[in-house]
């Protein structure tokens, strides 16, 4: 299982959110190197993506812009989007003025036109989002044919076997992440999906699954978390990653 996954709760003590501007400075120095994030999901993610020298990418939820970051260093040609003006204030600083950044909800229609991009990336964005219809038909219409949709989600299993007493692994329901980001405690709401759903989701919406991946750490971890990375060829659930091809 994942060596520091939150709790998921209910939602009786506090509100949830899927806010970032709130604590957006505390996240983005958090997950700056992570085990998680910085030598998990990310490493994934660009080891899946291979060579996007030259390639058009939209990075959907960009954050700070520590993928955006990589991606461009590796010659993408990347546009970032995120809903967080804050964010976006921090991904620009880090990205300097130039940087192709705009604010968006994958709720609403993406402001590109048709075919803008060789591969769209949502890395930990989908679980936040209670419907994914109309965001799969966005990042599919802003594909150009033959495009890939990277995806980082959490594993649907993982939330089961750490809340037995939640709901129903193989109903579609919201739940509370006590979540802490730079000693910042925050309640996210995110919505767990059994396998089928997650799958089925893709493939209704036009895409074939080419990759379906469960990666270990990056090279590193162990030295980095040696009390969570036991042996350098640990391995943990937490995330998975999928690669999505839009014909």
Not at 15 to 23: E, K, M, N, R
Not at 79 to 102: N, Y
Request: include cysteine; proline fraction near 8%; charged fraction near 20%.
């Amino acid at each position: 299982m994942s060596p520091d996954h939150e709790n998921a709760v209910g939602f009786a003590e506090q509100a949830p959110t899927a806010d970032y501007d709130g604590f957006a400075e505390a996240y983005a120095a958090e997950t700056e190197s992570s085990l998680l994030n910085g030598y998990y999901a990310r490493p994934a993610i660009l080891d899946l993506a291979g060579d996007v020298d030259g390639r058009r990418i939209l990075d959907v939820g960009c954050g700070a812009g520590p993928l955006f970051e990589a991606l461009r260093d590796r010659g993408a040609i990347v546009t970032g989007v995120d809903p967080s003006v804050k964010m976006l204030e921090l991904a620009r600083r880090r990205l300097g003025e130039g940087a192709a950044l705009q604010q968006a909800d994958l709720n609403d229609p993406l402001p590109f036109p048709d075919d803008s991009f060789d591969d769209a990336i949502a890395c930990l964005v989908l679980h936040y989002l209670e419907d994914w219809t109309a965001p799969l038909a966005e990042l599919r219409r802003v594909l150009a044919p033959g495009g890939r949709l990277l995806v980082a989600v959490n594993h649907p299993f993982v939330y089961k076997y750490t809340n037995p007493e939640g709901g129903s692994y193989f109903s579609t329901h919201e739940y509370g992440l006590e979540c802490t980001f730079s000693g910042q405690s925050v309640l996210l709401s995110q919505w767990h999906r059994p396998l089928h759903a997650v799958t089925g989701a893709f493939i209704e919406a036009g895409f074939r699954i080419s990759v379906v991946s469960e990666p270990p750490p990056a090279p590193g971890a162990h030295e980095q978390f040696p009390d969570d990375v036991k042996t350098p060829d640990s391995a943990f659930l937490c995330f998975l990653f999928l690669v999505l091809e839009s014909p």
